[in-house]
């Protein structure tokens, strides 16, 4: 336990460890950062936690290796946001969450998600794909709180999710045809 903790510390102590670059591009990625994308990165950290969460219950309960491979995108490019939207709100001293219950539009209930969780087969795949495409186009209604954005960094994390969530929405649907 006390190597995982020292560990942790020196792997925090060279992330803080400020040098002219990190410094200077840190300080420019929060100019213009305001609570639109304050909020937005609230809402989005646990929307993006539960798609990786999905995504995870797809890599072990699916056979199909299209979405197998679909899976692991997800996890990957939304946990790289996700931490992206962590230093969003640490380095603005920020809540992590929203102060009050925000409906998100695209979230599974606690029920839906249980009930993804016990499928199998062709049965599993078909409802994790119509529930990711659910989760997904929530996830491009949200982008709207940033959409106004003055913050680069902002205007580019919109643009990358509008774009790989659209593209993943559509390869989606193109499965889904196939496993009807």
Same mark, same amino acid.
């Given at each position: 336990?006390?190597?995982?903790?020292?560990?942790?510390l020196?792997?925090?102590?060279?992330?803080?460890?400020? *040098?002219?670059? *990190?410094?200077?591009?840190h300080?420019?990625?929060?100019? &213009?950062?305001?609570?639109? +994308?304050?909020?937005?990165?609230?809402?989005?950290?646990?929307?993006?936690?539960?798609?990786?969460?999905?995504? +995870?219950?797809?890599? @072990?309960?699916? =056979? &199909?290796?299209?979405?197998?491979?679909?899976? =692991?995108?997800?996890?990957? $490019?939304?946990?790289?946001? /996700?931490?992206?939207?962590?230093?969003? $709100?640490?380095?603005? &001293?920020?809540?992590?969450?929203?102060?009050?219950?925000?409906?998100?539009?695209?979230?599974?209930?606690?029920?839906?998600?249980?009930?993804?969780?016990? $499928?199998?087969?062709?049965?599993?795949? =078909? /409802?994790?794909?119509? $529930?990711?495409?659910?989760?997904?186009?929530?996830?491009? +209604?949200?982008?709207?709180?940033?959409?106004?954005? =003055? *913050?680069? +960094?902002?205007?580019a994390?919109? @643009?990358?999710? &509008?774009s790989?969530?659209?593209?993943?929405?559509?390869?989606?649907?193109?499965?889904?045809?196939?496993?009807?």
């Amino acid at each position: 336990m006390l190597k995982k903790i020292i560990v942790s510390l020196l792997a925090i102590g060279i992330i803080l460890v400020p *040098n002219s670059a *990190n410094a200077s591009s840190h300080a420019k990625s929060l100019q &213009n950062l305001g609570m639109s +994308e304050i909020m937005f990165a609230q809402m989005m950290i646990p929307h993006h936690e539960q798609a990786i969460s999905m995504s +995870e219950t797809a890599l @072990k309960k699916s =056979r &199909n290796q299209e979405i197998l491979k679909l899976s =692991r995108q997800i996890k990957t $490019l939304q946990s790289s946001e /996700t931490s992206q939207l962590t230093y969003w $709100l640490k380095a603005t &001293n920020s809540s992590m969450t929203m102060d009050h219950d925000m409906k998100m539009s695209g979230m599974l209930t606690v029920k839906e998600f249980a009930s993804l969780k016990q $499928l199998t087969g062709t049965q599993f795949d =078909r /409802t994790f794909l119509q $529930l990711m495409i659910k989760h997904h186009q929530g996830a491009l +209604e949200m982008l709207d709180l940033i959409s106004g954005s =003055r *913050n680069a +960094e902002a205007k580019a994390l919109a @643009k990358a999710i &509008n774009s790989a969530q659209s593209k993943e929405i559509s390869s989606m649907k193109l499965l889904l045809k196939k496993l009807k």
